[in-house]
């Protein structure tokens, strides 16, 4: 079946630094790929998706490109805020069946110090 | 913010008891679903709902039933919660089948089953 690996958390950086989060993932067909993240207490929100190979999905600042060869969906972020600190996961968009369901990355937990 | 309502927010209850969360929706769209989120393991889908009186399993529905008399309201019932059932409970509605359409969130019930 459908499976999101995700880089293993938590990650801490300082303020201003890169952030790379790690998403691989094994599909039949042709999904679509979504990050979405989730501030404390709160629910998830999507942050960004691409729909088709060689896609870039980009909002806040942070951006992923949809590489089917690699198959992968790595999260970027040129210059994180102590705002950005929050879980993120990758997720993908099962191909088949009629509700398009989503399968899930074990989430990465981001924490910036000022 | 998309209009949905999880309720209740906090529930603790006993092992044996019944158990019923709700999510309540105004954006009249026709699929929902019901996640569970555990650590380690991301969001697991337990059922989802592709309209009034069409549900379905999803990879985690041992012990849970769900019904769907309204397009606004989802019902998940625990008829005889157990201590395995402690999670964050999450529901998302999304309005069409197709793969690139992402899911909205609920905010989550925190259930605790003593």
Redesign the interface.
């Known amino acids: 079946g459908d499976s999101v690996t995700q880089m293993e958390g938590p990650v801490t950086l300082s303020e201003e630094a890169c952030l790379t989060i790690n998403c691989t993932y094994t599909a039949t067909g042709y999904p679509s790929l979504f990050w979405y993240v989730q501030y404390p207490g709160e629910g998830l929100q999507l942050l960004l998706k691409a729909t088709k190979a060689d896609d870039k999905g980009s909002n806040k600042g942070f951006e992923a490109t949809y590489r089917k060869e690699t198959t992968s969906f790595h999260l970027e972020k040129g210059s994180v805020q102590v705002s950005d600190s929050a879980v993120y996961f990758c997720a993908l968009s099962d191909s088949s069946g009629s509700a398009r369901q989503l399968t899930f990355g074990s989430g990465t937990q981001l924490t910036v110090l000022p | 913010d998309a209009g ?1 309502t999880q309720s209740p927010r906090h529930k603790v209850t006993e092992t044996g008891t019944p158990v019923t969360l709700r999510c309540h929706q105004t954006e009249n769209h026709r ?1 929902m ?1 019901w996640y569970r989120q555990d650590p ?6 337990i059922h ?1 709902s ?1 309209g009034v009186k069409d549900t ?1 399993k ?1 990879e985690v529905s041992d012990g849970y039933s769900v019904s769907r008399s309204k397009t606004e309201d989802f019902l998940l019932t625990l008829e005889s919660a157990t201590s395995s059932q402690t999670s964050v409970y ?1 529901c ?1 509605i ?1 309005e069409a ?12 019930t925190r259930l605790s089953i003593l």
């Open positions: 949905i699929y679903y380690g393991h991301g969001l697991r889908l989802y592709y379905d999803g999450f998302a999304s089948g197709q793969g690139n359409q992402p899911q909205h969130f609920g905010d989550g």
